[in-house]
């Protein structure tokens, strides 16, 4: 069972940016974010592809993203981040890690991911 460490949250004014980190136990492939808002469906953000794929590195993003966050990821250390630019109000949510045991499933599904962090909140205000 792989465990997922979630850190970064926080509150920042729109405009403003944020950098979420999560760390895994042990090995995963894909690895990425996904949020969901009070009400709201759980949304995807971002995911990168192991290392150890032919599709190495290659990430996704969220449609709502269109160039404000940057998702990377350490393979070494078992790491991925989401660096978040131009916060809006409307990125307020609960933040999840989320990393895939194996290579199957759409990176952008999130019934594809095996193990979950407990989430952090980012809040941006207006």
């Known amino acids: 069972q792989v465990q997922l460490a979630e850190s970064g949250g926080g509150l920042v004014q729109a405009g403003g940016s944020l950098r979420l980190s999560c760390t895994a136990s042990g090995r995963t492939f894909g690895m990425g974010w996904f949020r969901q808002a009070p009400g709201k469906e759980r949304e995807f953000v971002a995911a990168?592809?192991?290392?150890?794929?032919?599709?190495?590195?290659?990430?996704y993003y969220g449609d709502f993203v269109k160039g404000r966050f940057i998702v990377s990821r350490d393979n070494a250390k078992n790491t991925v981040a989401l660096q978040m630019f131009s916060l809006k109000p409307e990125d307020t949510a609960v933040y999840y890690c989320?990393?895939?045991?194996?290579?199957?499933?759409?990176?952008?599904?999130?019934?594809?991911?095996?193990?979950w962090g407990q989430g952090t909140q980012v809040t941006v205000s207006s």
């Open positions: 990168v592809v192991a290392a150890v794929h032919w599709s190495s590195g290659r990430t």
């Open positions: 989320a990393a895939k045991s194996g290579l199957a499933g759409e990176n952008s599904d999130y019934e594809s991911y095996d193990y």
